[in-house]
């Protein structure tokens, strides 16, 4: 283990569905930000986060175009985290559980997105100084 | 002796098994442990001094340290400098202090 602090965080939420997703994503941000090592394990509806292929779309009921609307993704605050924790020395390694994933469809996700098992998880926790599991309700 | 980071972060109002958190940072406490009580997302509700806000009070009362997130706080209008007693706001960077520090991390 190196002198980086290294951090792992296990989360399970679908994104737009709970502030669960949002405030890992801003925890995961903080050490970014603080050049730690992260570790990320997406379990269950959390493989979404990084996927690919969602859009922004317009908001006809407000009368707004997709710039006007400027919809939040996910996976693009996933890519801004991992490159902050670059940035700053650190890293984020992002495992989505692969029969998660599987039974989802969810498997275009960003490139830096990487398919694992709950053992990846077991190995993180244990080559991490703290783990935090955030769990689904 | 082990430290403890108990994160809240549903409401008395939603979620009857709350105070089950806040039993659990006074058990850890009277057997000597530090513990910090971080309320976060709807979490924070109770810290708006409520018919709810006693269970906090009581917990901080037993030495807990009990910190609400000043961003979630802002999020549901809650005004920091109006918590109920034994309540602080806090940044959310204490719960990775305490993480880095190898706090014993639970979230509820």
Known sequence: MSNRTTL?????????EDARSTTALRLVDICARRGYNINVFAYEGAVYLPFARQEPHPNAVHGR????????LPREWVAAVIETAA????TLDWVNCGLCVDERGAGEAIEVVRRGTPGDFWAMAEASDNSLVIPTR | MTDYLLIESR????????GTLCDLAKGLKRQGHGVTLF?????????????????LSDVAQAGVE?????FSLGERGIASDRLAEGVRAASLEVVVDQLAAGRKAIWH
Not at chain 1, 65 to 72: A, L, T
């Open chain 1, 65 to 72: 175009d997709v710039e006007e609307e400027d919809h939040p």
């Open chain 1, 87 to 90: 940035a700053n020395g650190g």
């Open chain 1, 8 to 16: 792992t965080f296990a989360v399970m939420d679908a994104p737009f």
């Open chain 2, 39 to 55: 309320l976060v997302q709807n979490g924070v509700l109770p810290a708006r001094p409520c018919g709810a806000s006693a269970a």
């Open chain 2, 11 to 18: 409401d008395p109002f939603e979620s009857n098994d709350t």
């Open chain 2, 66 to 70: 009990v910190l609400a997130d000043d």
